[in-house]
T-cell receptor, first 115, second 111 residues
């Protein structure tokens, strides 16, 4: 069974530029999560989808971050414009459904550096 | 808000030693999870605990769900070099729909 795929693995941009990350969850997983992991911290949930609907985006900085999961499979997370404090690893995870939220499978992450 | 506090922040041990780390919260949790994150990878679920007082093992790893439901412990016996990584505790958010994580315990093992 293929795991959660993410791309790119690394990205370096200047502040005020925009960037997009892509995630392909495990086949059949209805719930998809985007986390931000700042160095030295645990992952922090940014947004959660159930199929193509948003379940929780309360911690997403909506003035600069956006995410979509149009067909209920792949998802993209965008930052526009980026700030220095956005430097972090962006992790995508998926689970079978909301009832299986405790069994999340994580992708390898995208390490973003904003200079 | 809900917060998970992990200690110690880091550990340096010799191969073969046993390791113990813990996670505490001021809030009650109904589920405790322990994840391990290797460098450059996402976290991987090690053990899930669903009942107060529960003791669960996964190979050389043993985790316990504290009786007060405000803490959990993870023990690793006879550590080996591949145990190196960051260990996170996690629990459900108030809505029960996603996870919140502690800051992690970084484990280093010298052979």
């Amino acid at each position: 069974e293929a795991g959660v795929a993410q791309s790119p693995r690394y990205k370096i941009i200047e502040k005020r530029q925009s960037v997009a990350f892509w995630c392909n969850p495990i086949s059949g997983h209805a719930t998809l999560y985007w986390y931000q992991q700042i160095l030295g911290q645990g992952p922090k949930l940014l947004i959660q989808f159930q199929n193509n609907g948003v379940v929780d985006d309360s911690q997403l900085p909506k003035d600069r971050f956006s995410a979509e999961r149009l067909k209920g499979v792949d998802s993209t997370l965008k930052i526009q414009p980026a700030k220095l404090e956005d430097s972090a690893v962006y992790l995508c995870a998926s689970s079978l459904g909301l009832a299986q939220t405790y069994e999340q499978y994580f992708g390898p992450g995208t390490r973003l550096t904003v200079t | 808000g809900q917060q998970l506090n992990q200690s110690p922040q880091s550990m340096f041990i010799q191969e073969g030693e046993d390791v113990s780390m813990n996670c505490t919260s001021s809030s009650i949790f109904n589920t405790w999870l322990w994840y391990k994150q290797d460098p450059g990878e996402g976290p991987v679920l090690l053990i899930a605990l669903y009942k107060a007082g529960e003791l669960t093992s996964n190979g050389r790893l043993t985790a316990q769900f504290g009786i007060t439901r405000k803490d959990s412990f993870l023990n690793i016996s006879a550590s080996i070099p591949s145990d190196v990584g960051i260990y996170f505790c996690a629990g459900p958010n108030q809505a029960g729909t996603a996870l919140i994580f502690g800051k992690g315990t970084t484990l280093s093992v010298s052979s």
